[in-house]
Structure formats: structure tokens, C-alpha cells
């Protein structure tokens, strides 16, 4: 009876985990649409509200969810606080919430070098420098699609067939 218990336990814990690993690769895709969404705002915000950047990405941080609201919001609350510090420098450091969010290095790279061209620029400089990124993601969101695809069945089925052989090997 204890033997049982202990299998289902880890088959249970084994196929947990394969669905916690395959969440976040179905997660990445929504947060790189999200992304792309906070962008366009932002876009909207710089050439034709014309707000000033903490502005701007504080309104930003009220429109969208999750990481990319936090990671808009400590930015802002950055750029409010910190006269000292450049924008690039502000915009890097809360690159750190993206990713813990589960974006990729070159995904992370691409929203960095975003913060160099932030209030450092005129405004039609700002807008092709956010186009540029948008379209870079839309192309990282549709990898990231395909790889969802394959590895969220992939990892899901991986989690409970582990869990399964270490049973096995235990009995």
C-alpha cells in the first residue's frame, strides 16, 4: 500500500513538473504579444500624447498585466525617482523582471537595445526605434510559437513517462 502511495506521489511530482517547464513555454508567446501591445502604447503615447517617458509608461503599466506591467512600472517609478541615472541604465535594470519572466536572451537583448534610444532621441527617432523592435518581436513571438507547439506536448508527456520510469526502476 505504502508502495503505491509513493508511486502515484512520483508519478504526480515527475508530471508536475513536466507541466510547470511546459507553462512557461506557452506563457512565452503571450508575453511577447503582450509586449509588442505595451510598445504600440507606448508609440502612442510619445507621438501623440507626446507624455513624457515616466508618464507614458506609467499609463502603460495600468493598460497591460503581469511582467510587462511590472517591468513598465518599475521603470517609470525609476525614471521618476532617479535624476542621476540615464534612461538606457533604468531601462536595463528593469530588463531583470523580463527575465524572470521566462524571455530569452535574445528577446532580452532586443527590448535592451530599446533603452538606448529612449529620451535620448526626437520623437520620430523614438517611433522607428519602437517599430524596429515591434516587428523583431513579432518575429520572436512566431519562433516562439513554433517551439511552444513542440516542447508544451513534449514536456508534458516527458514529466509523467519520467515520473513512470522512476517507479519502475524502484519496484
Known sequence: MLRLIGACMVIFGCGTAGIVVARSYSLRPRHLQEMRSALQLLATEINYARSSLSEACSKIAGQVEGPIAQFFAQFADSLAQNNDVSASELWNQALQILGEAGFT???????????????????????????????????????????????????????????????????
Do not use: P
Open 105 to 171: 536572451n535574445q528577446e532580452l537583448e532586443a527590448v535592451g537595445q530599446l533603452g538606448s534610444a529612449l529620451g535620448r532621441s526626437d520623437a520620430d527617432d523614438q517611433m522607428k526605434h519602437l517599430l524596429l523592435l515591434q516587428t523583431r518581436l513579432e518575429q520572436l513571438g512566431s519562433q516562439a510559437e513554433q517551439e511552444r507547439d513542440k516542447m508544451v506536448r513534449l514536456w508534458n508527456y516527458l514529466g509523467f513517462c519520467v515520473g513512470a520510469l522512476i517507479v519502475l526502476l524502484l519496484i
